[in-house]
């Protein structure tokens, strides 16, 4: 996988364990944005740190590892700033998770590279396409990856917080 494409300096690439500090604590952020989403749209409220905790919890231990799976983190100056998931669901189809770029680093272009370089892993691990699920008030992740070619499909799982899936094919590496 060619980072440096992708994302240009100061930015920077690595995989990293799913439990590192660094994954763990952009991992955290990322649940809670959308699940205060989630909490403030249906609820009117923000979620509490049980719910949290909860969430993070439910992420099974070896989602995000190899052989089937990664988790990148994406550092702007040496800083973490954001992460992408990217696990097979079978040899030839891969699913983003965890998608997500701290608040202060949106609107930079980075997203854009960051999710490229999710499909290139995606690609590494033998996948031909690329699948990920949604919900319909996240409207920037859906006119992220409606700019970057991912076309609605139909659910190919249940979830009870999806409500809007897409798939992109991958060119061969």
């Avoid at 991992?27 to 944005?33: C, F, G, V, W």
């Avoid at 999710?115 to 290139?120: V, Y």
């Avoid at 919900?135 to 920037?140: G, S």
């Amino acid at each position: 996988m060619s980072d440096a494409v992708a994302l240009p300096p100061p930015w920077a690439l690595s995989v990293e364990p799913f439990h590192s500090p660094d994954a763990r604590a952009l991992l955290r952020e990322y649940y809670t944005e959308v699940a205060d989403r989630y909490f403030t749209l249906h609820q009117g409220r923000r979620s509490t740190p049980q719910e949290i905790e909860q969430g993070l919890a439910a992420y099974p231990e070896d989602h995000l590892a190899p052989p089937n799976g990664l988790l990148l983190v994406a550092r702007y100056g040496g800083a973490p700033a954001g992460c992408a998931g990217v696990r097979l669901l079978d040899p030839r189809t891969a699913e983003l998770k965890q998608m997500f770029l701290r608040a202060d680093r949106r609107g930079t272009g980075a997203a854009g590279g960051l999710l490229t370089a999710a499909e290139r892993a995606a690609a590494g691990l033998g996948a031909d396409r690329i699948r990920l699920d949604t919900r319909r008030d996240l409207v920037e992740a859906i006119a992220l990856y409606r700019r970057h070619g991912f076309v609605e499909i139909a659910p190919y799982h249940h979830d009870d917080y999806a409500e809007i899936y897409f798939e992109k094919r991958l060119p061969a590496l």
